[in-house]
């Protein structure tokens, strides 16, 4: 990578920013297996609990209504949902990265390389995946076909997904 990193120091530690001056999401553009390959590892670590109380559920003898009905199998979907909606919309809205992002190093930034807000993150997150589920996910694959790597929902957020590490370093 080949931006420069401008660092301001405020008073406290914990309110370290990082600028990255003449950034171009080009040079850092997620490509577009790796973000593929996030969305998995997010689709497998939200699907795990509600799998896992389903078979806990048939194991212990249940079958039928009792199995969909189970205590075990709706806490597993219950568990499911909760974290879903924590990787999906929170843990972005707060770190700019799901558990998938995390994993593969991606991160969600703006065009000029800033962190996003969390209301333009909520945005992004909810109303973007909304637009890509109701376009078949056709709005995904404008990925690969964009210069910057952006899919729909980054175009109506102004975000682009990088693979590069925006942390600050003490």
């Not at 600028?19 to 998995?40: G, N, Y």
Request: glycine residues 10%; proline residues 4%; charged residues 15%.
């Amino acid at each position: 990578m080949s931006q420069a990193v401008v660092r301001q120091t405020q008073r406290s530690p914990a309110a370290r920013t990082e600028l990255v001056k003449d950034f171009h999401p080009e040079t850092v553009k997620a490509p577009f297996a790796l973000r593929c390959a996030a969305v998995l590892i997010d689709y497998i670590v939200v699907v795990t609990f509600p799998v896992l109380g389903f078979l806990l559920s048939r194991s212990m003898g249940f079958d039928g209504t009792k199995l969909l009905n189970s205590e075990l199998n709706s806490a597993g979907w219950l568990i499911g949902l909760l974290l879903g909606i924590s990787n999906t919309i929170l843990l972005p809205m707060y770190s700019g990265q799901s558990i998938g992002k995390i994993v593969t190093g991606l991160r969600i930034v703006r065009n000029n390389g800033e962190s996003v807000s969390p209301g333009l993150m909520a945005f992004r997150q909810v109303i973007g995946y909304l637009l890509i589920f109701a376009s078949l996910g056709i709005g995904f694959f404008l990925s690969v076909f964009s210069r910057k790597g952006r899919a729909l929902h980054d175009y109506l957020a102004g975000t682009v997904v990088i693979y590069a590490d925006r942390r600050t370093r003490i």
